[in-house]
């Protein structure tokens, strides 16, 4: 009876061994790779799409600024005596003399009063002088350091020793909107007369600013700069528009016009009008 029993129990015990072996394997077998192998695997493949997007994202961003914007292209539309001065004003200079504001006024984006208000300066102000335009009715001024250009009629403005003649004549881009589209114009010529004409551009109330014309032109033998601002009722605003101005011979520069529609945030891209050349007259025998 003793032998059976240690025989059975010899018999459990060797069972349990062998089951205890046996799951042992079976879990070795069944078990999972570590936990931090698959997140390494997983981040990695992250890593790699988020890579490629940011590479994509970041190739787009910086090809589009230097795409030409539509408010450079006009220049270079003009003839090559002009488009070195439309360049913009001048790098600042120490030599830009120093002048006081007289009274109060609007700076204005162009030199004539029609032209879009830019900001306000105050009576004895200090600002710099960098430019004028061709007769020296307007001056280009800028705050002390180089900065914030706007015209201003010369009027308005002391000048150290009032000489003007030292500044160099310049034109200033103006501020571009694409809100309204570029007026199409021809223009006709009766001798020294020439109508500008174009199809009237809808505009909003709020808006309207009417049209600016831009003519450097020839009379009295010399090239000269007219901004004509036609700003008609809105209510005519529609049909054909048109403009007159006088263009002589004798200049040696060919005459250069452009035609800009104007709402309150700026002007839209300026359109080349085709100009009839100006005849000499004869010379009678």
């Known amino acids: 009876m003793n ?48 890579t490629k997007e940011v590479t994509q994202e970041v190739t787009r961003v910086v090809e589009v600024p230097a795409t030409v914007t539509p408010a450079d292209t006009p220049l270079a539309t003009l003839t090559p005596s002009l488009s070195s001065s439309l360049s913009g004003p001048p790098a600042p200079s120490p030599a830009a003399p120093e002048v006081t504001i007289l009274e109060h006024a609007d700076c204005l984006y162009g030199p004539g009063l029609g032209y879009l ?28 350091g180089g900065w914030n250009p706007c015209w201003i009629q010369a009027a308005l403005v002391k000048v150290p020793g009032g000489d003007i003649n030292g500044l160099p004549i310049v034109y200033s881009k103006l501020p571009y909107s694409n809100q309204y589209n570029s007026p199409d114009a021809t223009a006709h010529r009766d001798g020294t007369e020439v109508t500008i004409s174009w199809k009237a551009d809808w505009m909003s109330l709020d808006d309207y600013r009417g049209y600016l014309i831009e003519a450097w032109i020839c009379q009295g033998g010399v090239q000269i700069f007219d901004p004509i601002i036609y700003i008609p009722p809105l209510a005519s605003n529609v049909g054909t528009l048109s403009v007159k101005v006088t263009d002589e011979p004798g200049c040696a520069l060919l005459s250069v016009v452009r035609i800009y529609s104007a709402q309150k945030q700026g002007y839209s891209i300026g359109s080349n009008v085709p100009w009839p050349p100006a005849i000499p007259t004869p010379t009678p025998w």
Do not use: H
Not at 20 to 48: G, H
Not at 119 to 126: E, G, H, I, L, M
């Open 117 to 144: 208000y830019k900001y306000s300066v105050f009576t004895n102000n200090p600002m710099e002088a960098i430019g004028r335009n061709f007769d020296g009715s307007w001056l280009y001024i800028q705050n002390v």
């Open 3 to 50: 032998s059976t029993n240690t025989a059975l129990k010899y018999i459990q015990v060797l069972t349990v061994t062998l089951l205890l072996v046996f799951l042992s394997s079976a879990c070795t077998i069944l078990s999972p790779a570590p936990a931090e192998n698959n997140v390494t695997q997983i981040t990695q493949v992250a890593t790699i799409l988020v």
